[in-house]
């Protein structure tokens, strides 16, 4: 089995001042995220990034990452395709006296901070009754409590004194 192509810059091809264009996909796997519960990659990391020596050795990316996703929606429960992406990624790294430059562990930082914790398959979502269990993003439920507020009864509640 072949290993996937890591996402590597090779600084001695870098000219101080002079950015060099990165392009490409990063295969899911490298990422090691497939343990998250709510949120799975549904395809490759997509990079679009420049590098650029600095004076001092360092060398600077920024650009955009983004990664396609399947999704369990935190309200409903159903399944959602996103694609999240990272518009303004930006880390400096010393360069050091090695020829290339090793980002995918900081490709995998930058994209997983985007990743959302709690998904929502979008704003309207009703989510489920919380008596019968039903999707009520599908129509209301037939349920005795037909998918009213569980807390209703405590609006016209007032302390005794």
Known sequence: METPARLTVDVGRLREGEPERLRGTLEASLLEIDDLAQVRPDGPLAYDLEATLLPGGEVLVRGRLSLPCRCLCGRCGGEFRRVFAEEGYCETFAAGASAGLD??????????????????????????????????????????????????????????E
């Open 103 to 160: 980002l995918t562990e900081s490709a995998r930082e930058g994209i997983i901070l985007v990743l959302p914790s709690y998904p929502i398959c979008g704003e309207g979502c009703k989510g489920v009754c919380p008596t019968c269990g039903k999707n009520l993003n599908e129509g209301p439920c037939g349920c005795a409590r037909g998918g009213e507020n569980p807390w209703g009864a405590l609006d016209g509640w007032a302390p005794q």
